[in-house]
């Protein structure tokens, strides 16, 4: 007797970075969630004084 194939499609991301203004915070993420992006993750950037948020989305 076989194995049952896997039918199940993987799902490849692309991923995008962007800066958070703190006065824009919502535009921003309203924008890229426009555009199909799910936000994964906020973090204070490089400088240690604004913050970057991290997006995926499936890769067409």
Same mark, same amino acid.
């Given at each position: 007797?076989?194995?049952p194939s896997n039918?199940?499609?993987r799902t490849? *991301? $692309?991923y995008?970075?962007?800066p958070l203004l703190v006065h824009a915070t919502?535009?921003?993420l309203d924008n890229f969630g426009a555009d199909g *992006? $799910?936000?994964v993750q906020v973090v204070?950037?490089?400088d240690g004084g604004g913050l970057v948020a991290y997006f995926k989305r499936p890769k067409n």
């Open positions: 007797m076989s194995e039918t199940q499609t490849v *991301w $692309e995008a970075t962007a919502k535009q921003i *992006w $799910e936000l204070s950037g490089p």
